[in-house]
Every structure is written in C-alpha cells, then in structure tokens.
C-alpha cells in the first residue's frame, strides 16, 4: 500500500484515519472498529463493504455422520 495514500485516505463514516493491516489486507478505522478490505490493491471505502471487528466470528455448521 502506499504511504501516500495512506495519508490521503479516511474513514468514509467518521472521517478519521486509517492503519493498513498489510497481513489481512485491510484498513483498520479504530474508532469505529471497521476494516475496509483491499482487493486487488484497491481500497473498497464503501461502509457496507467494512467488517466489523466487534462481530463475532460465524459458527461452522456441524459435520453429518
């Protein structure tokens, strides 16, 4: 990612910055706790495309005998 961009780059909701999780390839917007992925080194910065990190991981269904 580059710091450039970065540095122009904020939250779309509450405007404020971003910490690039370059292992997750995501952006990180603290104070609202979302991520905002990067596909393809594009950020998407749309608020229904955010994870959001309060969420709790889904369940995997159980396996059939």
């Known amino acids: ?4 961009l970065l540095d122009v780059l904020v939250c779309p909701i509450c405007k404020g910055p971003l910490v690039y999780d370059k292992k997750a390839q995501e952006l990180i917007c603290n104070p609202d706790k ?29 396996l059939a005998d």
Do not use: C, F, N, T
């Open 1 to 4: 990612m580059d710091a450039r």
């Open 34 to 62: 979302l991520a905002y992925p990067i596909r393809d080194g594009i950020p998407i910065m749309w608020a229904d495309e955010a994870r959001d990190l309060h969420a709790k991981p889904a369940e995997s269904a159980p």
